[in-house]
């Protein structure tokens, strides 16, 4: 019999949070199974474009979630998509006529093979719908904790309400709405459905870190209730409860760093943007032109990167990794080059400072977050930096990897433990080197790109595996 698998989202989960301290149960878990230290997520590192990323294994110059908000113009003659929002969600999809991710999924993917994928997810509507965005069309069981009018399908979410309900009111930390959660998914989803896979998306400590701040009191709890949820998983894994092995993978979107000053990004920015130009601003922006608009994209990063507080700049390509715009990096070094792609992306400064905790990675910001919580978005290590662990009897014991990964490769891998290939659309690797009869990789690389800059030298690195490619980090010396 094929195993559980059981994915696991530790939304916005520093590595560097976890010890013997705070989360004593997964810091064993990370000892005792197969731990991916230099595991990365896709830019921007946000929650919607990473949750995408984890379902479609592709990066998102493929799936086409660009950003967590975008413009898309198929989408009510182009306005902004929030993918956070239901409402905008089911605008998107219905403008694509179900497509609005433009590549195949995990749950596609286990649906055509006869298999039952489930998402129980304390995220946004969004983030649920990104993780199984086609759960309603396969019968699929897609649980939103956070707005239940993305519960799929009605009848059986109506149901499952009515016996855990109702929500738990968010809190920092969210540990009651945790509890509930996992209760939903032990008690109820798993024993009903019976999926052969899963995913269990809690929204902390994302949601505590951002207004508390890493390394906080409340950020502590939040870590301590998230350990406790972790331990009842794992204790349901090795008793008889499953009625069959269980592989677990523990994983986080994306990592934080902390909102350290405060600068009027929009009030400077919104008046540069001219006839033709649109889009997002705050400490990742993104600004397209339209068609005759690219004089007036190139007056505005001029002025953009005289900005004392401006980081990283993305471009279209030049050539190499030059972008056109001057002092740029080349966008399709993000692999962000999809249609919906800005024509221009942009991040703020960041420093190693620490915060009032002692955590380092910090940056200027302009957001609903108060100075000294947390962000995240941009290219800093801190914040690409994602968790991405194994353990189970498919996979090895106490192995400690230092090479690229990514949560690109958590689909591709999750299928060929399920024995079902990958869709051709799906770009990341398949983790062998953490499977019991594993190979490991036969080259590993590290390589560096540096442009220089009116602010410095801009640096890009990024890790290779046998050719598949991982961001690492970016940043301005």
Known sequence: MKPFVLITVLDGMRRDQISPDTMPVLHRFLAEGCDFVESSCVFPSATRVNAAALSTGAWPGRNGIVSNKFHDRRTEGGRLVHTGLLEDILAAEAAHDGGFITSATLGDA??????????????????????????????????????????????????????????????MPNAARMVQQTDMFLDGVYPEIQPDAAVLWYNDPDLTFHYKGIGSAEALAALAALDQQFARLLAWAHSPAPGR?????????????????????????????????????????????????????????????????????????????????????????????????????????????????????????????????????????????????????????????????????????????????????????????????????????????????????????RLTVDGWTYLHSAGIA
């Open 110 to 171: 286990m649906a055509a093979a006869g298999l039952t994928f489930t998402v129980v997810s304390s995220g946004s509507a969004g983030t649920t719908h990104m993780t199984s965005p086609r759960a309603s069309k396969h019968g699929q069981v897609s649980i939103c904790l956070s707005d239940w009018r993305a519960c799929t399908p009605e009848g059986y979410a109506a149901e499952l309400l009515r016996r855990f309900g109702p929500i738990e009111p968010v809190d």
């Open 245 to 461: 092995k269980v592989d677990i993978i523990v994983l986080s979107d994306h990592g934080h760093i902390t909102a350290r000053e405060t600068v009027a990004v929009k009030a400077t920015l919104a008046p540069l943007l001219a006839d033709g130009l649109h889009g997002t601003i705050g400490y990742v922006g993104g600004i397209h032109a339209e068609p005759g608009a690219e004089r007036a994209l190139q007056a505005f990063a001029e002025k953009l990167v005289e900005l004392p507080w401006c980081g990283l700049v993305f471009s279209r390509a030049r050539d190499g990794h030059h972008g056109i715009i001057p002092g740029s990096f080349a966008r399709e070094m993000l692999f962000n080059d999809h249609e919906r792609s800005p024509d221009l992306f942009f991040s703020l400064r960041t420093a190693d400072s620490a915060n009032a905790a002692g955590v380092t990675g910090g940056c200027f910001f302009e957001g609903d977050v108060p100075e000294g919580g947390s962000t995240h978005g941009g290219l800093m290590r801190q914040e690409m930096n994602s968790l991405l662990a194994m353990a189970g009897p498919s996979f090895r014991q106490a192995k400690r990897f230092g090479h690229g990964a990514g949560i690109v490769d958590i689909a591709p891998t999750v299928l060929s433990l399920l024995g079902i290939p990958a869709p051709a659309s799906m770009q990341g690797r398949i983790l062998h080197e953490a499977f019991v009869a594993g190979r490991e990789p036969a080259r590993v690389d590290r390589e560096t790109f540096r442009i220089d800059t009116a602010r410095g030298q801009a640096r890009l690195d």
